[in-house]
């Protein structure tokens, strides 16, 4: 799963035009009224709803073969649908009640109508000269809702022929609601629902995991969302505080990490993590987080004052064997400050730093500390000057591969001498618990873009890293990895130790080999790009201009046997806001 768990690129070459430039609404009248290639099925049922074709458009190759599917603007499959095409002689429908087959026949352009009880939709449809499709070419697109605002895609677990691929989400724009739809790698509607709540991740059993409640806003209540003909059902969890993170285990067990914010002692916050059944969302264990703390003494305060807050994970992703690795970060800071007349003595007061970042495996039951992975105790004068001296570690992901070995990423941050946060990324291959590798990578934060991360591990584990201006291989055998200067994202792993990655700026794809050196481009106006379903020639994303759901055409790369991709935010709040603690104390 991954990280918290970003992106932006491409679209096609040749991008199917609309149907309003394929034809006027009179030419389309026209050979609707004709009859030109009409195919009914009759049932008997009336809807008022309007009406989507999925997908909306598409681009095929000649003797291709795709599917089309109607659904009413509710997600509802109309019994009773009547099927035209403008041009016949393009491309073949055959019928199947509310979908079509399609049949590419020759080169051209064709209008596929569906109507239901004097409503009609359309999708517009391309069939390319040639006998494939030129590398970039959008092969079919699905738009968002309109008069909504559309958000990031979600990846969902295909448990079926039925299920999804994926999730476009779709909010009101007073964020009153979302509608969500479940969306297969066909470009076809899986199912549709409307949800009070913000999407937060899509579950193993097929599902969505949703944070119920205003959008955007803390939640205490977890609720999942399926089909209707799901073997799993949907269901709700009231935590005993917010919502923080979520992780999954292959039994389908499901860590939250709720904070919690008592009412009567604002200075004492705690967490929790609780296990969850995701089959039924019942609890089925908890524990509380160890507490971090932060202490002042000194003749500046009548009493010494300890504030409590949780210690920090890192993101939560996917698990084996029951259970999650992650890491844990505890701080303890003190303070020992001195006044005169009722104000602080600059440089008089001292501050002792104590921070540890643990590696340990989350299960029903509780922690189990792995190791230690990084730690820093450092005291001094209360001086401005100091605090750029501090190092402070923000916990990241940890990545269990099917080998059994681990990949542990964090950040460390400090600040440069004009106040800014400076970071850099470590990386640190773990074999039977003990640290065979580490590699450390300076990297640009910008706190408006996430870090891309995909980890290759058929054999030995590699890390492609992006962060928007420099694209990075970190070879974790001991071998040179590579480093070149562009905006491409990483997003897909390719055998040879080769990587595909996407550069929005330039609007194209590029295959990068094992030496750094770009064996490919094509063009490509894609963002989000990703791999959510398996196939040939084929990845997926977001069309920048129309923000429409897009399958796009890429060359057919052999993939490698494991590859996991993670995006992680350079927001750091946590450090951010240690960092400002220090600047207040040394005020």
């Not at 019928?95 to 590419?104: F, L, N, T």
């Not at 959008?215 to 209540?221: G, I, K, V």
């Not at 949907?234 to 917010?242: E, M, Q, T």
């Not at 001498?417 to 640009?444: C, F, H, N, T, W």
Request: hydrophobic residues 40%.
């Amino acid at each position: 799963m991954a990280g918290r768990c970003s992106p932006d690129p491409r679209s096609t070459r040749r991008r199917p035009p609309s149907p309003r430039k394929l034809f006027d609404g009179r030419t389309a009248l026209i050979a609707i009224a004709l009859g030109a290639g009409a195919i009914a099925v009759s049932a008997q049922s009336k809807t008022s709803e309007e009406l989507t074709l999925y997908p909306s458009s598409l681009t095929m190759a000649l003797r291709e073969q795709r599917v089309v599917a109607v659904a009413t603007r509710s997600g509802k499959t109309p019994p009773r649908v009547e099927w035209t095409i403008s041009n016949p002689a393009v491309a073949t429908l055959s019928v199947r009640g509310a979908s079509a087959d399609i049949k590419a026949s020759s080169a051209g352009r064709a209008i596929i109508t569906a109507r239901v009880d004097g409503r009609m939709t359309t999708a517009a449809l391309t069939v390319a000269e040639e006998p494939e499709l030129r590398l970039g070419t959008t092969r079919w697109a699905v738009p968002p809702i309109a008069g909504m605002t559309p958000r990031p895609l979600i990846e969902a677990s295909r448990v079926d022929d039925d299920g999804a691929d994926l999730f476009a989400v779709d909010a009101d724009r007073m964020k009153r609601f979302v509608i969500v739809r479940a969306l297969t790698s066909k470009g076809t509607l899986a199912w549709q629902s409307t949800v009070r709540g913000t999407p937060w991740a899509g579950d193993r059993f097929g599902g969505l995991i949703v944070r119920l409640g205003p959008l955007d806003q803390p939640s205490r209540t977890l609720g999942r969302f399926d089909r209707a003909r799901s073997t799993i059902p949907s269901w709700r969890y009231k935590a005993r505080g917010d919502l923080d993170d979520f992780g999954e285990s292959d039994d389908g067990t499901i860590f939250l990490i709720i904070q919690r914010h008592p009412r009567l002692n604002v200075r004492d916050e705690n967490g929790q993590v609780v296990a969850i059944d995701g089959r039924t969302g019942l609890e089925t264990g908890h524990f509380t987080l160890p507490p971090s703390t932060w202490q002042t003494t000194g003749t500046c305060v009548p009493k010494a004052t300890l504030v409590r807050r949780p210690s920090e994970l890192g993101s939560l992703g996917e698990g084996t064997n029951g259970g999650i690795y992650a890491e844990l970060l505890v701080v303890h800071d003190l303070w020992n400050r001195t006044c005169e007349k009722g104000r602080p003595v600059f440089g008089r007061g001292k501050f002792k730093l104590s921070r540890e970042l643990q590696l340990v495996r989350i299960t029903r039951t509780g922690f189990t500390p792995v190791r230690s992975l990084w730690r820093e105790d450092v005291e001094g004068v209360d001086s401005v000057d100091r605090l750029r001296s501090v190092e402070d570690v923000a916990p990241g992901p940890v990545v269990e591969l099917k080998s059994g070995e681990l990949i542990a990423f964090r950040t460390h941050i400090n600040l440069d001498a004009s106040g800014r946060v400076q970071a850099r990324l470590d990386v640190a291959r773990l074999v039977r618990g003990e640290v065979a590798k580490e590699v450390v990578r300076p990297a640009a934060v910008n706190a408006n873009k996430s870090w891309r991360l995909l980890i290759d591990a058929p054999d030995v584990p590699r890390v492609y890293f992006g962060d928007g201006s420099t694209l990075q291989a970190i070879d974790l055998s001991g071998n040179l990895a590579w480093t070149m200067e562009t905006a491409a994202l990483p997003f897909e792993a390719i055998e040879t130790n080769s990587v595909a990655a996407n550069d929005v700026s330039r609007g194209q794809v590029i295959t990068v080999n094992f030496r750094g050196q770009v064996l490919r481009t094509f063009p490509a106006r894609v963002d989000d790009a990703r791999m959510v379903a398996s196939g040939p020639g084929l990845f997926y994303g977001v069309d920048p201009q129309t923000r429409a759901v897009v399958e796009v055409q890429q060359p057919e790369y052999i993939e490698t046997g494991w590859s996991s991709t993670i995006d992680v935010s350079t927001t750091f709040e946590e450090v951010r806001r240690r960092f400002a603690d220090f600047l207040i104390e040394t005020r």
